[in-house]
């Protein structure tokens, strides 16, 4: 488990290097596994989508349902996957 999470990290580190003009924005889904395991690979790929020119936002989604998938639960991955996209469904991305 990573000391702090890609969402702690994220509140409390983004707005240092978030881009002035941005070319876009976009919307990264932080899944279980990445905001406690692979913290790193998180915020080096919001480090590149910055450097980049992108304005990466973070949404407070459900789980993702990896897990449910893994064990063979795909009643339960699929009400999860129906859930975040109902989140995500009504998401504006502006410019």
């Known amino acids: 488990l990573s000391k702090s999470s890609l969402t702690n990290w994220y509140k409390t580190h983004y707005y240092d290097i978030k881009p002035l003009n941005p070319i876009k924005s976009i919307v990264l889904f932080n899944d279980e596994f990445t905001n406690r395991l692979d913290t790193t690979l998180g915020i080096k790929a ?42 995500f469904h009504n998401i504006t991305v502006r410019r």
């Open 46 to 87: 919001i480090q590149l989508l910055t450097r980049l020119g992108y304005h990466v936002r973070m949404m407070d989604n459900l789980e993702s349902g990896r897990a449910a998938l893994s064990k063979g639960d795909l009643k339960h991955a699929r009400a999860v996957a129906e859930q975040n996209i109902q989140l």
